[in-house]
């Protein structure tokens, strides 16, 4: 999340195709909005399939209050300063499996000290300082058990075939 | 790697850090030198401890064959295009505990197609399009199976106590 800090494009592209790939259902980015990275992110969601959704929200803090509100959310910030993932991921995959929804919030350096109270967990991946970007990889790759290598994304138009030593893709047309 | 391609400063720097933090020894960054970026990674490991090293190399060509020739080097290469990591990691990791060198190449979209060739493994981490960053911690994770949580990185100044709702950091005092 960014706050008054200038955000860098570049890692919140990565941040976005990490929570795609791994099995994210949306990403919220607070700040200011950037249509070209909206852009940039929607055109894989239409090339490589699935359903990902993108938005903005000026207001780091209303988005979270409003998820809160809702009362099924469960809100987890991943910070180098929280409780170990292993120590941890246990109860909140019981949550999820129960029904929780899953409120993700990364952002670094960036973050700001209230998010720390607001967030139900702080936790960290490893409590050594590296990126907000492995981190969301790791947390849900432990959430869901490695199951997210086995996300389908319908309706793409391309797909990959694993290839040992070079690149397989194929092109699905629709008619 | 940089291949003639301008390197993204802060992508490098995160990739650096997740290969520190997620345990790897060293991080050789092909292309033009960037002082900068050597010494970020150097204070990170000053603060921070444990023994992980970071060196430029001009070529990348001539890093990989040098690795290959000393025999016990295994080089994996991740990209979206290779075998899906459930698949084979477990190959790769009786390799690497049977006493093996794993040589971990990424760099997304800029890797030349002769890496395929050259590497004795390519690995996706996922097939969808996402980020080397990301591919490298699960990665890792995965290899070691989540041992990476529990390393040591000895000769620390800072060291952070995880704390469920805030920060604590220990500040380290050597005589």
């Known amino acids: 999340m960014g706050h008054r800090i200038q955000r860098d494009k570049r890692v919140t ?13 949306e990403i919220i980015i607070t700040g200011d909005r950037d249509d070209g990275l909206i852009e940039r992110v929607r055109k894989v969601v239409e090339t490589w399939g699935g359903s990902f ?3 903005f929200e000026k207001n ?10 809702g ?16 120590d941890i991921i246990g109860e909140i995959r019981d949550l999820w499996r129960g029904g929780k929804d899953l409120m993700i919030i990364v952002g670094g350096e960036k ?7 607001l967030a139900d967990y702080n936790v960290a991946i490893t409590n050594q ?4 970007i492995a981190a969301l990889a790791t947390f ?3 959430l869901q058990e490695g199951r997210e290598f086995r996300l389908e994304f319908p309706n793409a ?3 990959v075939i694993p290839n040992p030593r070079g690149k397989t893709v194929l092109r699905i047309r629709r008619d």
């Open 157 to 159: 138009k391309l797909r």
């Open 140 to 142: 849900l790759d432990w």
């Open 13 to 25: 592209t990565h941040v976005a195709l990490v929570a795609r790939a791994y099995g994210a259902d």
């Open 111 to 117: 973050v700001p000290g209230e998010v720390y109270g």
């Open 71 to 86: 009362e099924n959310g469960v809100v987890i910030h991943l910070t180098m300063y929280g409780i170990n993932l292993p």
């Open 129 to 132: 300082p590296h990126s907000e």
């Open 53 to 55: 959704s993108v938005r």
């Open 60 to 69: 780091w803090r209303k988005v979270i209050k409003r998820f809160k509100e």
